[in-house]
């Protein structure tokens, strides 16, 4: 069983597509635990387990899952594209966050911004670092510096995830700089 793949089933389910294993989300975008099971078993894995869904959330490198307090509950912490309310908090970002993107999506960003295209907040990063990683997914990697400071002076709210993704509503491209390219 490649759980690497069932990981990415689940998060399609969770921030996109319930409807594929027979779910719903409530309104902050929780599934029952067993449903989501019972869903996979019947859909993609029939020797898919609690355990298995448990090892999936506890080694996650990203953190996409949570739990509810009495684990009956789950949910992915970000990335929807359908309208949930994952309850987060309007937090003060630190002075400068990050976007990684691929070189082919440049030219549109600097020209309109950064927008949430087909999910509900545009992504930040807290470090360069994890900007070149998410990057490199799109190609060639294209590192924006958000000036994220003035933003929220300027009255743009910021949200921290469960798993440390800065999310915004959008970044206008007057609060980005372009870092150079090595090579």
């Not at 993107?101 to 440049?106: H, L, P, S, V, W």
């Not at 799109?138 to 929220?152: F, I, L, S, T, W």
Request: avoid cysteine; charged fraction near 25%; aromatic fraction near 8%.
């Amino acid at each position: 069983m490649n759980l690497t793949a069932i990981s990415r089933y689940i998060s399609l389910i969770l921030r996109h597509k319930p409807e594929v294993i027979g779910i719903t989300l409530d309104e902050h975008g929780w599934a029952d635990v067993n449903a989501l099971i019972q869903g996979i078993q019947k859909t993609r894995e029939p020797g898919f387990s609690r355990e298995l869904l448990d090892e999936i959330v506890r080694t996650d490198s990203k953190q996409r899952y949570a739990y509810s307090e009495d684990r009956t509950l789950i949910r992915a912490s970000q990335g929807h594209s359908i309208p949930v309310d994952v309850e987060l908090k309007r937090t003060a970002p630190p002075k400068v966050l990050w976007h990684g993107t691929g070189e082919k999506y440049a030219a549109s960003i600097e020209r309109i911004g950064l927008i949430p295209k087909s999910r509900l907040y545009v992504h930040l990063s807290k470090d360069v670092e994890t900007a070149v990683t998410v990057g490199k997914r799109h190609g060639k990697p294209v590192v924006y510096q958000v000036d994220a400071e003035r933003m929220a002076r300027d009255g743009y709210d910021f949200f921290l995830s469960a798993n440390g993704v800065w999310l915004t509503k959008e970044v206008p491209a007057e609060f980005l700089q372009r870092l150079p390219q090595d090579g």
